[in-house]
Structure formats: C-alpha cells, structure tokens
C-alpha cells in the first residue's frame, strides 16, 4: 500500500461503550502490522486540543481486549465545537506529525470529525462505538450487543423479585433517543410491554394490555421503558399512573442506568471492533475519508459520515410484532 499517511491518531470520545478498547487495539495492531506509526489520543477531541497524546506500539495494547471503558479515556468536548478550538487540535496533530485519524464513538463525534475533515481537509475514518445502535449505515453498533446481554442480565434478575412478589416492574434502558436497546432487551427478555420513542400508542392502552395479561393469568410483569420514550412525563410519573388505575399490582420501578455501558464486551462486539479496526487503517492508506465503517449483512462497509449521521436509523418493525404475539 502505497500512502502519504505516516503516522495515524486514534481516540474514542462519547459515551463509552464496550468493545472500544477492543478497537483501539486493532488500530494500533493494523498500523503496526502496515508499519504506520500510531499515536493514541487521550480524552478524545479535549485531549487532541491539549497535545495529550502517546505513541503506541503493538505491544501498548496487551490484554485490553477483553476490558470494557477506553484505555484512551473519553470525553465529551464543547471547545472542539469552536473553530478556534478545532485549529488548535489540528496544530497539535500537526506539530505530533499525525496525518489522518481513527475516531471511535457516537454522531457527535462524528459531526466534529466531519467539519474538521471539511475545514482542513483532514483524513478521518469513524468507527461507531455506542451502545444505543443510533448511527446509519450499519447494522449495529459497537457496544450494541454488550449492552444488551448486560441489560438482558439485569432484567433476568429483577424477573425473579417481580415473580416471587407478584409485582410489576417498569425498567428503564438507555438508548437516548432511539428505542433499539428497549425493544431487543425486550424480546431478550421476554417483557410484558416494550415502551420506545418510535411508537408512542398512550398510557390507556398501556393499561388495557396490563390489565388483559392480568386476566389471562398472570401475576407478574416486566414493561421496558426507553430512556427516550415519551408515553409518561418520566418512568416514575408512568408508575404513578398505572398504581392509580390499576391497583392490583404493587408497581417498582428500576433505572438500570450506566451499568449498562460498562462491562466486558461481547465475542460479538470484540470481533465486530476487531475486523473495524483493521478496515479504518486499511481505508485511510487507501486514500479514503471522511467514511465510517460499518456491518450490513456482516459484510464490512464504508458510508460517508454525513449520511451515517443523518441519515434515520429505522426501529424493526418484525421485531415489534414478535414481540407482540409473545405476550399473548
Ligand atoms: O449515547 C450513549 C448514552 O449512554 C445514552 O444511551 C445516554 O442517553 C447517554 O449516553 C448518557 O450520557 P452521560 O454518560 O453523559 O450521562
């Protein structure tokens, strides 16, 4: 592979999630084994803007494989969103001698590597790593099948205080806006009612499918809630309603929160970050930018950022209809 590109960054920023540390590692073992130099860039575009960075070498990325987080650190940086904070960063990549980078995180740090690759035209290849499976131009995320097993752990557990009480647990999953993480922890789990953003169908039928599975037998139920589901004001007001309206349950609530993001990744996730990882250096030595790696289909692709951002991820309707015929 003939390439201008000597020497690359690569750095995680975001919300971590699992399997980062498991990319990192293929990046820097992909330069090592293309004999391109790597530097790691700590604490994301706030480490790029302060020069924090590390040279790494095959060696640097030992028994990491298996550690969720980032060795990296991540941060989430309002100065990178400022002209004057992006040319900082780009003098310090300068004067480091890094001539293009591996991102690994979410669509904000894809919009700051896009505008940077606009305004410099600097190489950028994005790797997407969050667990809330939000980024187009992939079937699934980095961190997206961790996060699941984990939640799907956790439910699991809780299943077995809401059975031996007869209770009725509403869970809250992250996911921000997106109800990916609610609707396959779900199905995994085998919940009564899945709430997500993209299909809000009201409190009162709500009620109606809690009441009717109360009628056909039984005397404990699980209903997942999407952090950004709007059928309640919040979880807590839903719980409320439902105690009000049908008071033969005794209601909890539990927020799984970020535990959810931690954790060791997946053999999924680690061989999902591994076969990016290789592809992102691949891409940059190729002369590719401004693209994010991704799977459809388990094939590797390569999708121009812009799109993988805006482009509207869409929620699995089959799955949703599964889901419904299973609590019959
Ligand atoms: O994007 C990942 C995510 O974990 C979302 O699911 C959640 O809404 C958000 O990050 C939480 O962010 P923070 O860690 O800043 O509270």
Known sequence: MVSNIKKIGVFTSGGDSPGMNAAIRSVVRT???????????????????????????????????????????????????????????????????????????????????????????????????????????????????????????????????????????????????????????????????????????????????????????????IVIVAEGDKTGKNIFELKDYVEENFPDYDVRVSVLGHMQRGGAPSCYDRVFASRMGVRAVEALLEGKTNLMVGTIANELILTPIDIAIKGHTKIDKELIRVSDIMTI
């Open 31 to 221: 330069c090592a084994y293309l004999k391109v130099d790597c530097v790691g860039i700590y604490r994301g575009y706030q480490g790029m803007i302060e020069g924090d960075f590390k040279p790494m070498d095959a060696r640097s990325v030992n028994n990491i494989i298996n550690k969720g987080g980032t060795i990296l650190k991540s941060a989430r940086c309002k100065e990178f969103r400022t002209k004057e904070g992006r040319k900082k960063a780009y003098e310090q990549l300068k004067s480091e001698g890094i001539d293009a980078f591996v991102v690994i995180g979410g669509d904000g740090s894809f919009t700051g590597a896009m505008i940077f690759n606009q305004e410099f035209n600097f190489p950028v290849i994005g790797i997407p790593g969050t667990i809330d499976n939000d980024i187009f131009g992939t079937t699934f995320t980095l961190g997206f099948d961790t996060a699941l097993n984990t939640i799907v752990e956790a439910i699991d557990k809780i299943r077995d205080t809401a059975s031996s009480h007869n209770r009725l647990f509403f869970v809250e999953v992250m996911g921000r806006d997106v109800g990916h993480l609610a609707l396959n922890a779900g199905v995994g789990a085998g919940a009564e009612e899945i709430l997500i953003p993209e299909e809000n169908l009201g409190r009162e039928r709500l009620l109606e499918s809690l009441k009717r599975s109360k009628r056909s037998g039984k005397s404990s139920s």
